[in-house]
DNA sequence: CGCCGGCGTGCTCATATGAGCAAAGATCGC
DNA sequence: GCGATCTTTGCTCATATGAGCACGCCGGCG
């Protein structure tokens, strides 16, 4: 009986899906009346056997954007497609993508935005159509004048999006990480350097990335850390930085004597704001999502489908933790 | 303009597809007419944005099958998913399980049926159902006595078949195919065996797989060849066996020697008949599949969606020819 | 400058689909 | 074997969707 019916309903499928007959069609195909068609599509429906899915690069996949919302406690959620992504630069660009429509329709328009940099975030900056916004000023959350030849990357991300929203950029003119601790108590007592700080404390928004722990972070390209610094925070159980952080799978600090040089907005800031987006994508940092959102540091979180799935498979509300790749 | 669009339409199609909103929702949500998002909805199925799957083991490809049916100008086709499938016995039992559908499907009803054997039909038999027709007499088409310990399987491939019909089952009580062709002869004219050739010319319909040409073959297996007997066919171009016989890509007897010595139905019966079904799955049959179905073998052709996908794209009225896996 | 043809838009109307309900049939315990 | 209950079936009605059409907008051309 229910053998029979599933066997049925899969007819009906075929004939409804594959070849656009109307129930009543079908009806009269496999001798049935239409409302057992109906019933019989209904129950393909409901055991999954009729799969849908729309192809597109800039497709998101809503359900999963619900899951994550529910189980993670998140105002809300962006999740991209996976299906036909060909490779990691494939994925950070539609991810990045989604991010700028996302900041692009995000009402209300915030005043002021404080963002972090990196390559996401550029890539971000980088899909954002002229005019997105019309003045919004965007602020440097943490500092990242650059060591090396990428110079200038943190700052034309906040250029380039101040400039296609018409608002101005304040960048912070600092270095990420200092070497000692009375340098960076410095630097922040420094008039300019505060007047940012301040500024970046009271962004009505934040938009940052986070970096995988490991030795392809932009804190070690940038000659902040060097690999054997990183592989020394692992050992202790970093999972990622965020704005220049590093913490652990419960989104802690790592390594307080380090955090104490490291110029930015504290992490709190992040986790008391009323909006803060994340974004992150790629395998290699689903363990630094799970840190960010299972610790609070976002309240919108624009991901892909992999980390999304990752997410919300592996959500437990805090405390250590095993992880992936 | 065509760009917006674009991005609408999959906007909408996520809020249909995904969420069950009615067209009408999607329109406020988006500030679009329902009309306007019927169109893009329209759009999108056209562009191939949207794909409809049914992932079920026994679920069929019916567009394939037309596809198939029209290129290849066979009368029917039959085209079973490959969604899912884990391994070469999964498939092939797919496979079989939609051929012994389509066989009790099949009106009108054969008073005789001619089969091959081997561990297709085999599966063929044991898929069909108890009564799956009233009366059905089988007779093999092709010399079989194995002389291994899998002996009786192609017995009782023809007896499970007939017996469940209700009818029943004539077997041809001689070798495949024999090392001389004055013993092949002398069977051939024997007074039984001769009786069961001429059923089986009579039958009203065919059933048969086919081999892949290499040392896993049946005949192979069986004794009646020698591994290297098989690479010196598939040095002069055998593709695989039909009914015992090796042909190449065109359909051709590859070896008229060795042909002489195999009993059972000649090709050209096959080809003249009103309702032949070939049943062949599996990458490594691809290309004994083209030849079968560009030779006109087979009126009525059972497969997965890969081979089936493989011939409509391979599809050229029969010449020489390349080939894969 | 104004006319015409093509296209996109929003409409009317016919059709297809889904919700809810009453009757028929199956299933179980007694 | 019989009735109560629970499921399944075919219906009516409300709703959602698709076809076709008239209108208005735009660009080319006289």
């Not at 959500?315 to 405390?319: K, S, T």
């Given at each position: 009986m229910i053998e029979s019916d599933e066997l049925l309903s899969i007819r009906a499928a075929e004939l409804y899906y594959e070849e656009d007959k109307t129930q009543d069609e079908i009806g009269s195909i496999l001798a049935l009346t239409r409302w057992k068609v109906g019933r019989l599509l209904a129950q393909a429906k409901a055991s999954g056997f009729i799969r849908i899915e729309i192809v597109h690069p800039r497709a998101r996949r809503l359900p999963v954007e619900r899951r994550l919302r529910e189980t993670c406690g998140l105002t809300d959620a962006v999740v991209v497609s996976t299906s036909g992504v060909e490779d990691q630069d494939e994925l950070q660009s539609r991810t990045a993508q989604a991010a700028a429509d996302y900041l692009a329709a995000l009402r209300p328009v915030p005043r002021t935005l404080g963002i972090s940099w990196g390559r996401t975030l550029d890539d971000v900056s980088r899909h954002l159509e002229d005019g997105w916004a019309s003045g919004v000023d965007v602020v440097q959350i943490n500092g990242g004048v650059s060591l090396n030849r990428r110079a200038g990357t943190a700052a034309s991300t906040a250029v380039t999006m101040a400039q296609k929203a018409g608002g101005h950029a304040t960048l912070l003119p600092s270095p990420a990480i200092l070497e000692r601790l009375e340098t960076k108590r410095a630097i922040e007592s420094d008039r300019a350097v505060a007047a940012v700080l301040s500024l970046a404390a009271d962004a009505d928004a934040y938009l940052f990335s986070a970096g995988a722990a490991d030795a392809s972070s932009v804190l070690v390209d940038s000659g902040y850390l060097t690999p054997d610094d990183v592989a020394e925070l692992v050992r202790r159980g970093a999972v990622g930085d965020v704005v220049g952080r590093y913490v652990d799978a419960s989104g802690a600090i790592v390594d307080h004597g380090l955090d104490g040089r490291t110029i930015g907005l504290p992490l709190e800031r992040l986790r008391a704001a009323q909006l803060s987006i994340a974004v992150i994508a790629g395998a290699a940092k689903h363990a630094v999502a799970r840190a960010v959102v299972t610790s609070g540091l976002c309240t919108v979180l624009v991901t892909d489908e992999e980390t999304a799935l990752h997410l919300i498979e592996n959500?437990?509300?805090?405390?250590d933790s095993e992880d992936h790749a």
């Open positions: 959500h437990r509300p805090v405390h």
